[in-house]
């Protein structure tokens, strides 16, 4: 089934623009765009990293003589299962959405049954089964390619090029001040050192896996989404082999189009404008201290001029 199966893998620092994009795919007609964030992480995840990073944002490890049940359930989905499941108190209550969360149980173990267990077969078996139970689901006709996201997967590229021959990497990332500023509007946010480490740590993975595979990792600019999505989603789907699409203009939810993006993520007008007034929002010593902090990437990005109101 790996060999087979073909996975854009969406990851992005938090308030990086995963979302956004990742909504902005989802009308295409070439892709199975996975609804939520797709958390296919487990908790049998335990790396140097564990401590940073919450592992149901991770790639999945799942344990040697578990049964295909088992490791279904291990997933963590969280947005996906409670949806399913408890969607009186799912912040995606408002949209329908028809997945029997334990027929897509039974249909994983069908496929992983007829695939073997591996990482790779699993989290293909996980995808698959999504669409094949979700009974509202807008098909063309025409999908190809499914597509998850997961905030700062980036970090797991090498385990997810390995796993999936099929599976290709999209790294976004947004500028550290306008992000930063929306980390602040939540109850609570992270401390400014800690999210700076973190943000760069997800762009030195992201260099690093495009420098080894540059045929399979991109990395895409949020400011880019927001300016012309057609455009800047071009060369990503150029490389799965799918023709660009006017849906990529509008972002969407099953076909349906969104005012806002929010709740899928913090940003709720995808636009330049709104994206740089979220960054004047910052104090003049924060900004001096955020392009202290992520000073070595401001240039490849080109967001040094993010640094001044």
């Not at 609570?188 to 973190?198: E, G, H, I, T």
């Not at 799965?240 to 990529?248: H, N, V």
């Not at 910052?282 to 001029?305: C, H, K, N, P, S």
Request: proline share 6%; net charge neutral; glycine share 6%.
């Amino acid at each position: 089934m790996t060999q087979e199966f073909r996975l854009l893998m969406l990851g992005a620092m938090y308030e990086n623009g995963g979302n956004t994009t990742h909504r902005f795919l989802d009308g295409h007609p070439g892709l199975f765009t996975y609804p939520f964030e797709s958390q296919i992480g487990t908790r049998l995840v335990n790396d140097a990293l564990t401590s940073m990073f919450p592992v149901k944002y991770r790639w999945p490890v799942f344990s040697l003589d578990a049964t295909p049940l088992q490791d279904y359930r291990a997933i963590i989905d969280e947005e996906g299962k409670v949806r399913a499941r408890t969607p009186h108190v799912s912040k995606f209550r408002h949209m329908p959405f028809d997945m029997n969360d334990d027929a897509r149980a039974a249909r994983y173990q069908h496929l992983v049954r007829a695939s073997g267990r591996s990482t790779g077969n699993n989290v293909a078996a996980f995808f698959r089964a999504t669409f094949d139970v979700w009974q509202d689901y807008r098909r063309s006709g025409r999908e190809q390619v499914h597509v998850g996201y997961s905030p700062i997967i980036t970090v797991d590229a090498e385990a997810i090029l390995t796993a999936l021959p099929g599976a290709q990497v999209l790294h976004v990332v947004r500028n550290p001040f306008s992000a930063y500023a929306d980390t602040c509007r939540r109850p609570v946010p992270m401390a400014l050192r800690d999210y700076m480490q973190a943000w760069c740590l997800n762009q030195y993975h992201a260099l690093l896996a495009r420098e080894r595979h540059p045929g399979r990792v991109h990395i895409i600019r949020t400011e880019d989404v927001m300016a012309d999505p057609q455009a800047a989603l071009a060369t990503v789907l150029r490389a799965l082999g799918l023709e660009d699409d006017p849906a990529l203009a509008t972002p969407s939810w099953n076909g349906t189009p969104l005012q806002e993006i929010y709740p899928w993520g913090t940003i709720r007008q995808a636009t330049p404008e709104a994206n740089r007034a979220t960054a004047a929002e910052l104090g003049a010593e924060t900004r001096a201290e955020i392009a202290r902090m992520t000073w070595q990437y401001l240039d490849v990005f080109d967001y040094r001029d993010f640094a001044t109101p």
